[in-house]
């Protein structure tokens, strides 16, 4: 991408920072004890930042200052471990950062950058330096997202004590369309497989506008026969027991997984009673008609688009965030994949 583009898109992300903080401070607290929190937050924007923001909204020039690359002992280089220093703050390059983010240049603080960065860069996809890119990170290791879920310091823990001298890819060699994705399996052969697909189905080709606040219980209607649901396992009060619907908690819970994938924090979430074998523990999302649900807020600045696939078995959610064109661009691709896994299990 050069420069101008990124200029242009970063912008447009910039100014939608602040916003996303404000739609978290206002969402209502429930008590329950899966309540999740915004996690990679560690300080205030400051008025400054959010200034910034209002001028690029308006799409005013920001001036841009003199480099500062020629000092950057001042601002401190290449990342060192110390454990009395967070990780992240090891792995951030605040020059790679400022000079590589123009929507940025009016702030000179290196702590400040920091700040923008854990507060909204890492999740807008940002890269911390020139070798380290947490979505491209979380994406292209399963087994770190795995093992680490959503505590995203582990992730620049595990990079600088292992990932970097082991190759691990850190950064997209291409950029993919979607900001967050996992994928679990399931039995075609067992009755639940019907619940995993119809929610699946219902989920597929949901748009969330910023700001915008996601139910996975209503997106999937009411488990009954009327809405085409079937017997299933599911658990209560920690036994396993059969009810209609059951088996729609593993779409849920992939959701949930490619939200952790998307630094996506959810709203509502809860973990069944019992265990499962479709994510790793405690990564689920159980569903309860009118009891437990999932759900979350777009926080970010564009559109959000879901995308699901059920083919032989294999569940997908992809999450992607776009202008209305691009969306539309990705639904196209996605319709055209879905009618060719159509021909191909039909023959």
Same mark, same amino acid.
């Given at each position: 991408?050069?420069?101008?583009?990124?200029a242009?898109?970063y912008?447009?992300?910039?100014?939608?920072? @602040?916003? &996303?903080?404000?739609?978290?401070a +206002?969402?209502?607290v =429930?008590a329950?004890p899966d309540?999740? #929190?915004? /996690?990679?937050a560690?300080t205030?924007?400051?008025?400054?930042?959010?200034?910034?923001g209002?001028?690029?909204?308006?799409?005013?020039?920001?001036?841009?200052?003199?480099t500062?690359?020629?000092?950057?002992g001042?601002?401190?280089?290449?990342?060192?471990?110390?454990?009395?220093?967070?990780?992240?703050?090891?792995?951030?390059?605040?020059?790679?950062?400022?000079?590589?983010n123009?929507d940025?240049?009016?702030i000179?603080?290196?702590?400040?950058?920091?700040?923008?960065?854990?507060?909204?860069?890492?999740?807008?996809?940002?890269? @911390?330096? &020139?070798?380290?890119?947490?979505? +491209?990170?979380?994406i =292209?290791?399963?087994?770190?997202?795995n #093992?680490? /879920?959503?505590?995203?310091?582990?992730?620049?823990?595990?990079?600088?004590?292992?990932?970097?001298?082991?190759?691990?890819?850190?950064?997209?060699?291409?950029?993919?369309?979607?900001?967050?994705?996992?994928?679990?399996?399931?039995?075609?052969?067992?009755?639940?497989?019907v619940?995993?697909?119809?929610?699946?189905?219902r989920?597929?080709?949901t748009?969330?506008?910023?700001?915008?606040?996601?139910?996975?219980?209503?997106t999937?209607?009411?488990?009954?026969?009327?809405?085409?649901?079937?017997?299933?396992?599911?658990?209560?009060?920690?036994?396993?027991v059969?009810?209609?619907?059951?088996?729609?908690? =593993?779409?849920?819970?992939t959701?949930?997984?490619?939200?952790i994938?998307?630094?996506?924090?959810?709203?509502e979430?809860?973990?069944?009673?019992?265990?499962?074998?479709?994510?790793?523990?405690?990564?689920?999302?159980?569903?309860?008609?009118?009891?437990k649900?999932?759900?979350?807020?777009?926080?970010?600045?564009?559109?959000?688009?879901?995308?699901?696939?059920?083919?032989?078995?294999?569940?997908?959610?992809?999450?992607?965030?776009?202008?209305?064109?691009?969306?539309?661009?990705i639904?196209?691709?996605?319709?055209?994949q879905?009618?060719?896994?159509?021909?191909?299990?039909?023959?």
């Amino acid at each position: 991408m050069t420069g101008k583009g990124r200029a242009k898109v970063y912008r447009y992300a910039a100014a939608g920072c @602040a916003a &996303a903080l404000l739609l978290g401070a +206002a969402a209502p607290v =429930q008590a329950q004890p899966d309540r999740e #929190a915004e /996690g990679q937050a560690q300080t205030a924007v400051s008025q400054e930042q959010t200034a910034v923001g209002q001028e690029q909204a308006a799409g005013q020039e920001i001036p841009v200052p003199p480099t500062q690359s020629a000092d950057p002992g001042a601002w401190g280089s290449a990342p060192v471990v110390d454990t009395a220093i967070p990780f992240s703050r090891q792995v951030f390059d605040p020059v790679y950062y400022y000079e590589t983010n123009e929507d940025l240049w009016a702030i000179r603080d290196p702590e400040m950058l920091y700040s923008h960065y854990m507060l909204c860069g890492a999740r807008e996809g940002r890269s @911390a330096s &020139a070798d380290f890119n947490l979505r +491209a990170y979380i994406i =292209q290791n399963r087994d770190l997202l795995n #093992a680490f /879920g959503k505590d995203y310091e582990r992730y620049y823990e595990h990079y600088l004590l292992f990932g970097r001298g082991e190759g691990r890819p850190a950064l997209f060699e291409e950029e993919p369309d979607y900001v967050g994705t996992y994928t679990t399996f399931y039995d075609t052969t067992q009755q639940r497989a019907v619940n995993v697909e119809l929610s699946a189905q219902r989920v597929n080709g949901t748009i969330l506008q910023p700001g915008e606040e996601f139910s996975f219980s209503d997106t999937v209607l009411s488990r009954t026969y009327e809405n085409g649901y079937v017997l299933g396992p599911s658990f209560a009060g920690g036994r396993l027991v059969v009810s209609v619907g059951g088996g729609i908690c =593993q779409t849920s819970s992939t959701l949930y997984m490619a939200m952790i994938s998307a630094q996506l924090p959810a709203t509502e979430r809860h973990s069944h009673s019992g265990l499962v074998d479709y994510v790793p523990y405690g990564m689920d999302a159980a569903i309860s008609e009118n009891v437990k649900d999932l759900r979350f807020t777009n926080v970010f600045s564009r559109p959000m688009l879901i995308t699901v696939t059920t083919h032989l078995g294999v569940l997908t959610v992809k999450l992607h965030v776009g202008d209305g064109e691009e969306l539309a661009r990705i639904w196209a691709d996605h319709l055209l994949q879905e009618a060719a896994w159509e021909r191909v299990e039909a023959s």
